[in-house]
C-alpha cells in the first residue's frame, strides 16, 4: 500500500505532530510525504530526513501559502490516484482540509485514530474518549487523522528520500488568507511539552492566572494549559484549551490547579503518564483519575510549592 | 439571504456515556438528549445575523430519528423561521449527512450554512467540510467570529497557534467553535410559537442519496480506566512527590 503523509510545517519549518503520522502510516505501507506551501523547499529537505520515507512531493505554489483548504484539497485528492492512503495529524490544520479530501474522493474519513488494527480497520475515540471504537472502512481509498499522542514519533533523522517538486496546485478562487494572530512563545508547545501546568476557573482573572501559574511553569519548564472555563473566561487564549473540542495532551506530567475535571477537559488530558491535581474540594472528580492529589486553597498551596520546588 | 443551519440530536454533554456490554455501542436508553452544543451556537449566531438585518430567513434541518423533531423544535423556539427533518432511524454518516445537506442546499440556495465543528458523539469533525467539498464553495472552520458583509463573510478561526483570519465569497460553509457566542434560552412563549412553524418531513431517498455505511463498527469498548492515586497531606508531601518523579 501507498500511503501519503500531510506534512505540518509553517513554511519555515516542520512541526513534530508529522512525525507520529509516519508511525501511523508506516504500519499501513510504504510511506510518501507532501509537503506543500509557498517558498517551503527548505521543508522537504527537512522532512526527507525522517527515517522510513520513500518519498517527498513539494508542491511550492503561491495558493499554498497558508494551506486554504479549497486549494489544498484538489491537489491531494489528484495525488491520490498513486495512493491508497492519506493521513493527516488531527490538528487544525489537517482537521480542516482532510474531510474536504474525503468527500473529493467520495469516501468516510476516519477520525483521529488510536491505533491500526489491519490494512483497514483502525480504533478511534467517540463519546469524549468514554468509548473505543473499532472500524474498518470498506470505501477504496483512506482518508485519516491520527491522533499525535496515540503514536510514537518516528525518528527526524536517518531517512534521505528524493525530493520531487509537483505542480498542479491553483487558487479556487473563492476563499482568501487575512491576517494570523500567533502567539510566539519560548515555553514548550502542548503536545509536546513534558510538563503542563493547566489552571481552570478557579484563577479568578488573567492577572491572578499569569501571577498563579506562570512561575510554576517556569520552574518546572512547563507548558501552560487551561479549561474552557479560563479560556470563555479570557483568562488565556484559545490555544490553551486542553479538552474533547481543544488539545489533546499526554505529558509526563499533568498539573491541574482549580480544575473540576469534567469529562470534556479529561477527555483531552487522561492519557497523561501522572496527574496530580490540586483543588479545595476534596470531591472534585478531577481526583478521580489523579494520581497525586491536594486539596488545598491554591492561592496558598501554588506560591508555596513554587517556591519550595 | 436565507441561511442554513444543520442540527444534531446528541447525547446530552452533561451525560456521562455508558458502553453497552455486547460491544455495539453506547446505551442511548432513557438518556437525556439535547442539541448538539456547538449546534447551538451555530443557531445562535444565525440569529443574531438575522436581528442585524443581515438575513431573512432560517432554516434548521436534521438528520436523524423521528425524535429529532424535538432538537428542530428547539431552533425553531430559538428563532429559526422553518425546519427540515431528514428522517432515518439508522446512524448516518457524515458524508452521506453531507450528501443530503448539499441536495436541500441545491433546493433552498442559502448564501451560508452554519454548523457546528463537531458532534459530541461521533466526534468525527468532518460534515461541514464535506458538504463544502461537494458544493465545491469555501469553508470557514472552526469559527470564533463571523462577520457578513455583501457578497463575503470573513471568519476568524480557532487554530492550533491562536486565531486566524479567512475572508470567503458567499455561498460558504461555516463551522462554529465554543466562543463563537452563547446561546440564548428559549423563552416559554416562543416555545409555544415554535410549535405552529413548519416542520417538513423528508428521507434521504427524497434526496436521493444512498445512506448505506461506508464504515462498519466491529466493537465499542470501555477506554481502560485509571486508578485514583492517593491525596497527600500537604505542600510539603507533594513538593517530595515531585521531585520523585524527577521533573524539579
Ligand atoms: C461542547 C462542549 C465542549 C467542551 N469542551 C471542553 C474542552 O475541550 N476542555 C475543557 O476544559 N472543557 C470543555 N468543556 C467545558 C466543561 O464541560 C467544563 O465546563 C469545564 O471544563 C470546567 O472548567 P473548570 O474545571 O475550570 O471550571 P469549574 O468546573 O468551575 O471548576 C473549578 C474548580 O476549581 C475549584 N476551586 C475553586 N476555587 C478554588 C481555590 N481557591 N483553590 C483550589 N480549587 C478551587 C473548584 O472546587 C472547582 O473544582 C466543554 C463543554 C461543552 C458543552
Known amino acids: 500500500m501507498n500511503t501519503l503523509v500531510w506534512v505540518e510545517h509553517d513554511n519555515n519549518e516542520m512541526k513534530d505532530a508529522t512525525l507520529s503520522v509516519v508511525t501511523a502510516a508506516a ?18 529537505d527537512q522532512a526527507a530526513k525522517i527515517a522510513g520515507v520513500g518519498k517527498v512531493h513539494l508542491a511550492d505554489d503561491a495558493a499554498l501559502e497558508h494551506a486554504l483548504a479549497e486549494n489544498v484539497a484538489p491537489l491531494i485528492a489528484g495525488l491520490m490516484a498513486s495512493h491508497d492512503a492519506v493521513l493527516f495529524p488531527a490538528t487544525t490544520t489537517g482537521k480542516n482540509i482532510a474531510p474536504r479530501v474525503a468527500a473529493l474522493l467520495d469516501v468516510m474519513q476516519i477520525s483521529d485514530i488510536l491505533s491500526v488494527e489491519g490494512g483497514k480497520t483502525f480504533t478511534r475515540p467517540i463519546y469524549a474518549g468514554n468509548a473505543i471504537a473499532t472500524v474498518e472502512s470498506s470505501d477504496p481509498k483512506l482518508v485519516i487523522t491520527v491522533r499525535g499522542t496515540a503514536f510514537d514519533k518516528a525518528a527526524a533523522e536517518g531517512g534521505s528520500a528524493a525530493v520531487e517538486a509537483i505542480g498542479g496546485a491553483s487558487d479556487a478562487g473563492t476563499s482568501s488568507f487575512v491576517s494570523a494572530e500567533i502567539a510566539e512563545s519560548e515555553r514548550p508547545e502542548l503536545t509536546s511539552a513534558k510538563v503542563i501546568v493547566s489552571g481552570g476557573r478557579a484563577l479568578k482573572d488573567a492577572e491572578t492566572f499569569e501571577a498563579t501559574i506562570t512561575p510554576l511553569a517556569d520552574k518546572l519548564g512547563a507548558g501552560i494549559g487551561a479549561s474552557r472555563a479560563a479560556v470563555d473566561a479570557g483568562y488565556v487564549p484559545n490555544d490553551y484549551q486542553v479538552g474533547q473540542t481543544g488539545k489533546i495532551v499526554a505529558p509526563e506530567v499533568y498539573i491541574a490547579i482549580g480544575i473540576s475535571g469534567a469529562i470534556q477537559h479529561l477527555a483531552g488530558m487522561k492519557d497523561s503518564k501522572t496527574i496530580i491535581a490540586i483543588n479545595k474540594d476534596e470531591d472534585a472528580p478531577i481526583f478521580q483519575v489523579a494520581d497525586i492529589g491536594l486539596v488545598a486553597d491554591l492561592f496558598k498551596a501554588v506560591p508555596e510549592l513554587t517556591e519550595k520546588l | 439571504m436565507k441561511i442554513l443551519v444543520p442540527v444534531k440530536r446528541v447525547i446530552d454533554y452533561n451525560v456521562k456515556p455508558r458502553v453497552k456490554a455486547d460491544g455495539t455501542g453506547v446505551d442511548l436508553a432513557n438518556v437525556k438528549m439535547s442539541m448538539n452544543p456547538f449546534d447551538e451556537i451555530a443557531v445562535e449566531e444565525a440569529i443574531r445575523i438575522k436581528e442585524a438585518g443581515k438575513a431573512e430567513e432560517i432554516i434548521a434541518v436534521s438528520v436523524g430519528p423521528a425524535k429529532a423533531q424535538e432538537t428542530l423544535r428547539t431552533a425553531l423556539a430559538m428563532g429559526a423561521d422553518r425546519a427540515i427533518l431528514v428522517e432515518s432511524d439508522d446512524e448516518v454518516e457524515p458524508l452521506a449527512v453531507a450528501k443530503i445537506l448539499k441536495a436541500i442546499a441545491d433546493e433552498e440556495q442559502p448564501q451560508l450554512i452554519m454548523l457546528g465543528k463537531q458532534s459530541i458523539s461521533d466526534d468525527s469533525n468532518q460534515t461541514g467540510q464535506m458538504l463544502a467539498a461537494l458544493m465545491d464553495r469555501p469553508q470557514g472552520t472552526f469559527a470564533n467570529t ?11 478561526r480557532e487554530v492550533d497557534g491562536g486565531l486566524e483570519t479567512v475572508k470567503l465569497s458567499l455561498p460558504a460553509i461555516v463551522t462554529t467553535d465554543l466562543r463563537l457566542n452563547e446561546p440564548r434560552y428559549a423563552s416559554l412563549p416562543n416555545i409555544m410559537k415554535a410549535k405552529k412553524k413548519p416542520l417538513d418531513t423528508k428521507t434521504p431517498g427524497d434526496y436521493g442519496v444512498d445512506t448505506a455505511p461506508r464504515l462498519t463498527t466491529t466493537n465499542v469498548a470501555e477506554p481502560p480506566v485509571r486508578q485514583a492515586g492517593e491525596k497527600v497531606e500537604d505542600v510539603d508531601a507533594l513538593v517530595a512527590k515531585i521531585k520523585a518523579l524527577g521533573i524539579a
Open chain 1, 27 to 44: 504500519k499501513l505501507g510504504d510511506v510518501h510525504l507532501l509537503v506543500a506551501g509557498a517558498g517551503c523547499a527548505g521543508v522537504a
Open chain 2, 146 to 156: 463571523i462577520e457578513v458583509d455583501g457578497d463575503s463573510v470573513t471568519v476568524k
